[in-house]
């Protein structure tokens, strides 16, 4: 089933229609680390230019001893991914059930790659009137309900909100009661790395923790991210796909990144600075509401007036690119999702913003 990839960051084809360098857009579609590249990953892929003539590692040992260390678990608690998206299409098959229930609205490829492999879906809608809370018990009824497997996103996307530990490992606690494989996706949790859940979801087999390295690290053009799972579930997920999957180039730019411990923390305080100037701009404006967010993205919505669709189509003739959340399941047209970029940047989307209200 082939599908229109409805995400941000397609600026390659939004440039190509508007007739401009992608270089002359601002990109607030995409959730990316607005610092680019780490100095240290540059150098890192530059010097591994040469090793291209050999096949990479694809068992990306050094990778996974360095993640082992960082997380406190061994290399067996890991599987390595051309992004988390890889590990997203492996996972159906991998579950072995029929029936999944995603925690809404959500990252849209859990559900195209469920449906590829012929998954029935439903959703757990959560509400941005009550700051996409998740209600245990409801939960826990829809997931006795003959669910093989539940898909929760924490931080959230697009929402930005932090759900804390205990909630998700009530939510685990749920799945391992009714037999519900747990699908986290912590692919923004670099920027809160405190309230990760992984060392509660590896510790059985009834559940994975999906990682991403292309958004933190400002590199999705070279795909990275990983999975954290008990070793039983993690040698099943390794055995899956073809080999190489994971280009030399990648492995040494994860390795460079996850060393560079300086480049994490300007990210974290660089992106929470902007971030808490982004929302008390926006929050000024009286027809916005901007919802709490921990990552380096806001959820917006707009009251009355205008649609985030309109919204998006008169930013992008100023070479804007926003996240329109229409299409979101358990959002509507009033919704929208902004990067935090660079203070430059996010000045220029506050002054077109006063424009437009």
């Not at 230019?49 to 360095?66: I, M, R, T």
């Not at 996850?258 to 929470?272: A, F, G, P, Q, W």
């Not at 070479?319 to 999702?337: E, K, Q, V």
């Amino acid at each position: 089933m082939s599908h229109s990839y409805d995400h941000g960051g397609n600026i390659f084809s939004v440039a190509r229609q508007m007739g401009v360098s992608p270089a002359d857009t601002f990109d607030f579609s995409a959730s990316i680390n607005p610092l680019g590249i780490s100095p240290l990953v540059r150098q890192a892929i530059i010097d591994a230019l040469d090793s291209l003539v050999h096949y990479p590692d694809n068992n990306q040992a050094e990778l996974k001893e360095l993640l082992a260390e960082l997380n406190g678990l061994t290399p067996q608690h890991f599987a390595v991914g051309n992004g988390s998206t890889e590990t997203i299409y492996n996972l159906p098959a991998l579950i072995n059930g029929k029936r999944a229930l995603i925690v809404s609205p959500a990252f849209s490829e859990y559900a195209y790659a469920l449906e590829q492999h012929g998954w029935e879906i439903i959703r757990f809608l959560v509400s941005p009137e009550a700051d996409f809370a998740i209600n245990l018990e409801e939960l826990r009824q829809a997931l006795s309900n003959g669910c093989d497997a539940l898909y929760l996103c924490n931080p959230g996307n697009p929402s930005g909100i932090l759900y804390p530990r205990q909630i998700i490992e009530s939510v685990y606690d749920i799945c391992r009661e009714t037999g519900v494989f747990l699908v986290l996706d912590e692919a923004f949790m670099d920027f809160c790395e405190e309230s990760s859940a992984k060392d509660a979801i590896v510790s059985s087999e009834h559940g994975i923790v999906l990682r991403s390295m292309t958004k933190f690290y400002g590199i999705p053009g070279l795909r990275l991210g990983y999975a954290m799972a008990a070793p039983s579930v993690i040698e099943r997920l390794s055995a899956m796909g073809g080999p190489w999957s994971v280009n030399t180039l990648a492995q040494a730019a994860g390795v460079a990144a996850l060393k560079d411990t300086d480049y994490s923390k300007m990210t974290i305080d660089y992106v929470e600075q902007e971030r808490t100037f982004l929302k008390e701009q926006l929050s000024a404006f009286p027809c916005l509401k901007v919802f709490p967010s921990s990552v380096n993205f806001l959820l917006i919505e707009i009251d009355g007036g205008m649609t985030s669709t309109e919204l998006k189509e008169r930013l992008l003739q100023k070479w804007i690119l926003i996240r329109d959340c229409a299409n979101f399941i358990g959002l509507s047209n009033r919704f929208f999702r902004i990067a935090v970029r660079t203070r430059a940047e996010n000045v220029r989307l506050i002054e077109l913003l006063k424009e437009i209200f």
